[in-house]
Nanobody, 112 residues
Framework: QVQLAESGGGLVQPGDSLTLSCTIS????????VFWYRQTPGKEREFVAS????????QYGDSVKGRFTIYRNANKNTVDLEMNSLKPEDTAVYFC?????WGQGTRVTVSQ
């Protein structure tokens, strides 16, 4: 059974960079896709990025294109989210997801 653990969140200033990591325990199959979502209070969970495990095909939400990059590391069984040029509106709890499995989330706060 797959388990996910996010890490790397914190408090940063606008314009800063931060990298989140999703550590995957269990078996990821080549056809699987790993997702990053984010959520703020009162809003629906928003798609951020995803990567297909086999062929490394990546997708991004419109609000993060050009600023965020998703990386898969098959050796470490991690999926990292590199976030650059952070904005206050990027403030959220970020979640990793595979199938119906979700991590506990890691909080990112972008503020002066």
């Amino acid at each position: 059974q797959v388990q996910l653990a996010e890490s790397g969140g914190g408090l940063v200033q606008p314009g800063d960079s931060l990298t989140l990591s999703c550590t995957i325990s269990g078996t990821i199959y080549s056809s699987d896709r790993v997702f990053w979502y984010r959520q703020t209070p009162g809003k629906e969970r928003e798609f951020v990025a995803s990567v297909k495990w086999r062929d490394n095909i990546k997708q991004y939400g419109d609000s993060v294109k050009g600023r965020f990059t998703i990386y898969r590391n098959a050796n470490k069984n991690t999926v990292d989210l590199e976030m650059n040029s952070l904005k206050p509106e990027d403030t959220a709890v970020y979640f990793c997801n595979v199938y119906s499995v979700w991590g506990q989330g890691t909080r990112v706060t972008v503020s002066q």
